[in-house]
């Protein structure tokens, strides 16, 4: 019922899962159930965004980098760098874990939703993420 | 175990779901498990709020829109308005996904727990929502 | 399936749940499934958070408190007093529940991730969490 994905990320930015996450889905069998995404890790997330423009997501990135901004001078917790608190704020401000819907055999998404990582640390990371998935194959 | 639910919101604001999330549970007969709500859209969301004074909604709804502000500068994806981009922020910062524990055939709610579906968009749409129970009928 | 905590919280900050949580997966006797991790309130909430540097909680509530001051003119729901709606708001921009994949038997945390319940009002509070385990004893 578990999938391991890894994600190599580019550094900072938003990788697209939906197409690697409806695959295990597919593979597992199950028609109607759950599916959990989860990512083991605290300076990345998850979320679930429009997947149409593309603008959305720079946007996005660009409203946290100035909600959340590197190297704000309230942060002690510095020992990585300038990014590594402010990505540990934006992981528990988004998801660590996103259920879905799976019906007839696949998530169901909505048209414009997809399923992204969201990379916060400036440098490429190597990313752990587990999808489960629960229910009935009937 | 789906259970679909449309929900026509009159624009921006919070609609209850308590009630209906809890009329799917009993009719789909499970005693113990799970109950994950789902909304298929990435410019509303569902949160679990205080459910006693109408006013911790109004404060959230004007914090929310002084932390995502309408038609601010920063946003290049405007195409369908001032709203759009704000909306789908908000959608990222709250929830897309409740998953509540099932308890003796209900939803274990706290006493002043509520399950709202919030519109980020000014204009009144209709939305898809998911209720899935899982979990045994003991 | 479901193991109810009490957290006695010393007001504002988190109280980590992680053995806590590890410790019911493993008497649930399952070993593949997911574990979901839920609170009964809407002034506390739960996070996953990086678990070896307190320095990053720490900032967290500092980041908090400067996001949603306490006493802010904006509030008009201050019944409870100055923290009373700020509560209400970390809570809905966190999260109150987290779902957990069950791997061999126990939760399958990132090295650096630990539950944390987060409480949000400045006065010592008794929280109901419900610790819910699914899946196959296999």
Redesign the interface.
């Known amino acids: ?2 999938h391991a994905l890894v994600v190599r990320t580019p550094g900072r930015g938003t990788s697209d899962l939906t197409r690697r996450v409806q695959e295990v889905v597919a593979a597992s069998g199950v028609r ?3 599916c ?1 995404v ?6 990345a997330s998850l ?4 997947n149409a ?1 593309p ?2 997501r ?3 990135e ?2 946290a980098a ?3 901004p590197d190297g704000d001078p ?4 510095v ?1 990585e760098g300038d990014d590594d ?1 402010p990505a ?2 934006r ?11 799976v ?1 007839d055999g696949r998530c ?3 048209t ?2 997809g399923v992204y990582l969201w990379e916060h640390r400036t440098a490429p990371h190597e990313r ?1 993420v ?1 999808v ?1 998935v ?3 194959r009937g």
């Open positions: 019922m578990h109607e159930g759950l959990n989860f990512v083991h890790h605290t300076s979320i679930l965004c429009e423009d603008q959305v720079r946007d996005l660009a409203f100035r909600l959340v309230l942060f002690a917790h020992d608190m540990h704020i992981s528990v401000l988004t998801h660590s874990s996103l259920c879905l819907p019906v169901d998404l909505g414009w939703q752990r587990t489960s629960l229910g009935s």
